[in-house]
């Protein structure tokens, strides 16, 4: 059982460089999303998405883009990568769009931006 | 606003003794109510949840949580703490009232078991 796979798991970038984390789900979960975690501010919710096609911005998502084109894959995008974004994303999801359900998460990317 | 509190940020405790992890929370409306842990390198994994009906939740790895509306509080208890244990631990709470049902994470709390 894959359960929410995050590739890469470390990435270095330079300041002004894009790129894509990749976040897989296999439990055909509807509700995903994405958490940077800092130390001493546990997760703060950067973006969501309900279903696919549908995507909505969370507590940080300045300088972060996503899309949910299909049910499996929800991708997160830095546009121009700064050093405020080092930092660990975790990719997350759940089962149907209820409340009372727990969410799944990936192994976590560790990103640096120098 | 939705919060959530974790007012320590490490336990310590001896192994074998009890242990308790604090949570508080403010919502809107009815609360939904998480633990999670996180091991070194690894992603957060859920140990149990309260969603309604008993106070007393019964999880994984023989922990269990005990929601007190009154309090606004959803501590992570143990009763005989083991050294596997040590990890970050997280609160986090759904509010009813929310629809975009985003997880609302406390800070964490490093619990450090000694042998």
């Known amino acids: 059982n894959a359960g929410v796979t995050q590739t890469p798991k470390f990435q270095v970038l330079k300041t002004g460089q894009s790129m894509t984390l990749q976040c897989a789900q296999d439990?055909?979960?509807?509700?995903m999303s994405w958490y940077r975690q800092d130390p001493g501010m546990g997760l703060r919710l950067i973006h969501y998405?309900?279903?696919?096609?549908?995507?909505d911005q969370g507590e940080v998502p300045n300088g972060y883009n996503v899309s949910r084109s299909t049910t499996e894959d929800f991708p997160l995008r830095l546009l121009s990568a700064a050093p405020s974004q080092t930092s660990v994303y975790f990719c997350?999801?759940?089962?149907?769009?209820?409340?009372?359900?727990?969410?799944?998460f990936g192994q976590g990317t560790r990103l640096t931006v120098v | 606003a939705q919060s959530v509190a974790q007012p320590e940020d490490q336990v310590n405790v001896a192994e074998g003794n009890p242990l308790t992890v604090k949570c508080t929370y403010s919502?809107?409306?009815?609360?939904?109510l998480f633990w999670y842990v996180q091991y070194p390198n690894r992603g957060l994994q859920f140990l149990l949840k309260?969603?309604?009906?008993?106070?007393l939740v019964k999880g994984s790895y023989g922990f269990e949580a005990e929601f007190n509306k009154s309090q606004t509080s959803f501590h992570l208890k143990k009763p005989s703490a083991l050294v596997s244990d040590s990890a970050l631990y997280f609160c986090?709470?759904?509010?009813?009232?929310?629809?975009?049902?985003?997880?609302?994470f406390g800070s964490g709390t490093r619990l450090l078991v000694r042998p």
């Open positions: 997350a999801s759940s089962l149907g769009r209820g409340l009372n359900t727990e969410a799944f």
């Open positions: 439990m055909n979960h509807e509700y």
């Open positions: 998405s309900v279903g696919a096609g549908i995507t």
């Open positions: 919502v809107s409306g009815n609360p939904y």
């Open positions: 309260y969603i309604t009906g008993d106070n």
């Open positions: 986090a709470v759904r509010d009813i009232m929310d629809s975009s049902y985003k997880l609302i």
